[in-house]
């Protein structure tokens, strides 16, 4: 619904394990080539968040 937080947002800022407001704004808002250009936010709002949770958890992880 509109004005409703994302399904998965909190998961996802969680998963990037960071203090950093704009690291999240930047995973969260960056088109993502492997999502088809999508954003994770665009994803999210689609309902498909196990790709952006996915992504989430190795961002910014060196080596994976």
């Keep these: 619904r509109e004005g409703d937080v994302l399904s998965g947002f909190a998961e996802v800022l969680t998963a990037l394990d960071t203090d950093s ?3 999240a ?3 969260l808002l960056s088109k993502n080539p492997g999502w ?3 954003s ?3 994803l999210l709002q689609s309902g498909n968040v ?3 949770l996915t992504e989430a958890r190795g961002f910014l992880k060196h080596g994976s």
């Design 21 to 23: 407001p704009f690291v």
């Design 25 to 27: 704004l930047s995973f």
């Design 36 to 38: 088809n250009g999508k």
């Design 40 to 42: 994770a936010c665009e």
């Design 50 to 52: 196990a790709p952006v």
